[in-house]
Nanobody, 122 residues
Framework: QVQLVESGGGLVQAGGSLRLSCTAS????????TGWFRQAPGKEREFVAA????????YYADSVKGRFTISRDNAKNTVYLQMNSLKPEDTAVYYC???????????????WGQGTQVTVSS
């Protein structure tokens, strides 16, 4: 059984930083692309960033480009999302997901975590 667990969320002031982690059990992340998505209250879940299984390709939503960095440490079976210069509009539950394709599309991912709350105060 595959289980993804996100961690690292919390409350931070605008301009601050957080690093989210996504770890997996029951599956080796190095064989999958991994994506980060987020969902704010009353809004659709949206793409944030994705990284290929090798880490050689990364993709970002325009809203986070230049502020967020996705990376992976396959030896630790973990994918990270470094979030800098956080804004109140970044407030959301952040989810990681794994799948065969490095894509911004939710349907491209097979397994999802339960999410971690990120709250950015102004």
């Amino acid at each position: 059984q595959v289980q993804l667990v996100e961690s690292g969320g919390g409350l931070v002031q605008a301009g601050g930083s957080l690093r989210l982690s996504c770890t997996a059990s029951g599956r080796t992340l190095s064989s999958d692309a991994t994506g980060w998505f987020r969902q704010a209250p009353g809004k659709e879940r949206e793409f944030v960033a994705a990284i290929s299984w090798s880490g050689g390709s990364t993709y970002y939503a325009d809203s986070v480009k230049g502020r967020f960095t996705i990376s992976r440490d396959n030896a630790k079976n973990t994918v990270y999302l470094q979030m800098n210069s956080l804004k109140p509009e970044d407030t959301a539950v952040y989810y990681c997901a794994v799948g065969a394709l490095t894509t911004p599309r939710k349907l491209g991912y097979d397994y999802w975590g339960q999410g971690t709350q990120v709250t950015v105060s102004s």
